[in-house]
């Protein structure tokens, strides 16, 4: 695990190889120096080939520094894989799965990420379907698993690349090299990879956002806090399913326990006020407004705010108005709780309305039987037509 290799680092500090660890600050150094003081320039590029002339002018793998070493260049075979039978088909199929799930996610969140920074707009159901033609074709050569990658992704937006002529021009080099120039790459340390990788690791990570995520909605930062500890404790995999359970927990929990107001007029305009006991609209008057969608696990919570701000309020109740303008969707068992709500107001002799239903909320309404219990001139579109009509029947 992640901890178990930092621990074993830690305790092996006495063996550290140190002309590796010049490589990865040379690296280091070169790669930053270049972003601070010449950003139009590669650094990362700079590196590579500095390290490449280094390494085999010294003779680095003869001291004990890990090298790429012999790269086989040519096409890979084209086919179907050998070697797979039903002994090892779930074992493939659970791996599988596993990639499944991280390639969707992963890719999902970098093109969106990436994408917004640069105001444009991203087409997730499409880069499925390039990547399931890509892993497809990955799957008939034998190579990696191909998902929208953070990192490389990092390097091309570092490097100003907006276009898939980017890309092109990518694809384009890496197959130069692997069918030529592959012996170039033997002598480069694997210290000057790790530190590329290392540096483009540190710029993914948006500590000024996780900040941010905490002081506004502490309860999403520590889900991201916790989705990266299971990363680095357990696997990426694990990380991102709790994440996905998380967020389910974290939805339903926010649809069970939402804000609910009663709107107040100020002026020409609605003035939104804390559904606290003795809060209300006008004198008799209580436009109550709830937001979230209404069904069978907030049902009784709703009913039970509405009255506790009817029963607390200054003046005897003549109306209460829910304001539809958050809820979309009503479920049978919210249909029930609504219908017992509308019992409650006519008991205290007061009449029950709705405002800023759409047509889709007022279908299902109808459908669920609850406009038989009031009346269609107690359905309003605007706040505004609630007042005035509400201050009419005060002066009838």
Same mark, same amino acid.
Not at 125 to 134: E, K, M
Not at 289 to 304: G, H
Not at 381 to 387: D, G, I, L, P
């Given at each position: 695990?992640?901890?178990?290799?930092?621990?074993?680092?830690?305790?092996?500090?006495?063996?550290?190889?140190?002309?590796?660890?010049?490589?990865?600050?040379?690296?280091?150094?070169?790669?930053?120096?270049?972003?601070?003081?010449?950003? %139009?320039?590669?650094? %990362?590029?700079?590196?590579?080939?500095?390290?490449?002339?280094?390494?085999?002018?010294?003779?680095?793998?003869? #001291?004990?520094?890990?090298?790429?070493?012999?790269?086989?260049?040519?096409?890979?075979?084209?086919?179907?894989?050998?070697?797979?039978?039903?002994?090892?088909?779930?074992?493939?199929?659970?791996?599988?799965?596993?990639?499944?799930?991280?390639?969707? %996610?992963?890719?999902? %969140?970098?093109?969106?990420?990436?994408?917004?920074?640069? @105001?444009?707009?991203?087409? &997730?159901?499409?880069?499925?379907?390039?990547?399931?033609?890509?892993?497809?074709?990955?799957?008939?050569?034998?190579?990696?698993?191909?998902?929208?990658?953070?990192?490389?992704?990092?390097?091309?937006?570092?490097?100003?690349? !907006?276009? $898939?002529?980017?890309?092109?021009?990518?694809?384009?080099? &890496?197959?130069?090299? =692997?069918?030529?120039?592959?012996?170039?790459?033997?002598?480069?340390?694997?210290?000057?990879?790790?530190?590329?990788?290392?540096?483009?690791?540190?710029?993914?990570?948006?500590?000024?956002?996780?900040?941010?995520?905490?002081?506004?909605?502490?309860?999403?930062?520590?889900?991201?806090?916790?989705?990266?500890? =299971?990363?680095?404790?357990?696997?990426?995999?694990?990380?991102?399913?709790?994440?996905?359970?998380?967020?389910?927990?974290?939805?339903?929990? !926010?649809?069970? !326990?939402?804000?609910?107001? &009663?709107?107040?007029?100020?002026? /020409?305009?609605?003035?939104?006020?804390?559904?606290?006991?003795?809060?209300?609209?006008?004198?008799?008057?209580?436009?109550?407004?709830?937001?979230?969608?209404?069904?069978?696990?907030?049902?009784? !919570?709703?009913?039970?705010?509405?009255?506790?701000?009817?029963? #607390?309020?200054? /003046?005897?109740?003549?109306?209460?108005?829910?304001?539809? #303008?958050?809820?979309? /969707?009503? /479920?049978?068992?919210?249909?029930? #709780? =609504?219908?017992?709500?509308?019992?409650?107001?006519?008991?205290?002799?007061?009449?029950?309305?709705?405002?800023?239903?759409?047509?889709?909320?007022?279908?299902?309404?109808?459908?669920? @039987?609850?406009?038989?219990?009031?009346?269609?001139?107690?359905?309003?579109?605007?706040?505004?037509?609630?007042?005035?009509?509400? $201050?009419?029947?005060?002066?009838?």
């Amino acid at each position: 695990s992640w901890f178990q290799q930092q621990w074993d680092l830690i305790t092996n500090l006495g063996s550290v190889q140190w002309l590796t660890v010049a490589f990865a600050v040379g690296t280091l150094a070169i790669i930053l120096g270049f972003k601070r003081f010449l950003p %139009a320039v590669p650094g %990362a590029i700079v590196a590579v080939i500095l390290s490449i002339i280094v390494s085999a002018a010294i003779d680095a793998s003869a #001291s004990g520094v890990a090298v790429v070493g012999a790269v086989q260049g040519g096409f890979p075979p084209i086919g179907l894989p050998q070697g797979i039978d039903l002994s090892t088909f779930g074992q493939c199929v659970g791996i599988a799965f596993s990639c499944f799930i991280l390639i969707i %996610a992963q890719s999902a %969140a970098t093109s969106r990420s990436f994408a917004m920074r640069h @105001g444009q707009k991203v087409d &997730v159901n499409r880069d499925i379907v390039g990547l399931s033609g890509a892993n497809f074709a990955a799957g008939l050569s034998g190579t990696f698993v191909v998902n929208g990658s953070p990192t490389k992704t990092q390097i091309l937006d570092e490097l100003k690349g !907006r276009t $898939q002529v980017a890309n092109i021009t990518m694809s384009a080099v &890496v197959l130069l090299v =692997v069918l030529f120039l592959t012996g170039l790459l033997s002598d480069m340390p694997k210290a000057t990879l790790g530190a590329i990788v290392f540096l483009i690791g540190v710029d993914l990570v948006d500590v000024v956002g996780l900040k941010r995520i905490w002081k506004e909605k502490p309860g999403e930062a520590i889900i991201a806090i916790i989705t990266a500890i =299971v990363v680095c404790a357990v696997g990426v995999e694990e990380g991102i399913i709790l994440a996905i359970v998380m967020s389910i927990i974290w939805i339903i929990q !926010r649809q069970y !326990r939402p804000e609910s107001f &009663v709107i107040q007029s100020s002026g /020409d305009h609605a003035k939104f006020e804390n559904a606290k006991p003795g809060t209300q609209t006008l004198p008799g008057l209580i436009v109550f407004r709830y937001d979230s969608e209404l069904f069978y696990a907030n049902a009784n !919570r709703f009913v039970d705010d509405v009255e506790n701000v009817v029963s #607390s309020a200054p /003046d005897p109740l003549r109306w209460l108005v829910l304001d539809c #303008s958050s809820v979309t /969707d009503i /479920d049978y068992s919210a249909a029930i #709780s =609504v219908k017992g709500l509308i019992d409650y107001v006519h008991a205290h002799d007061a009449h029950f309305g709705i405002v800023g239903a759409d047509p889709g909320l007022l279908a299902s309404m109808k459908t669920l @039987g609850l406009t038989e219990d009031f009346t269609q001139d107690r359905i309003f579109h605007t706040f505004s037509e609630v007042v005035a009509a509400y $201050q009419a029947d005060t002066k009838a």
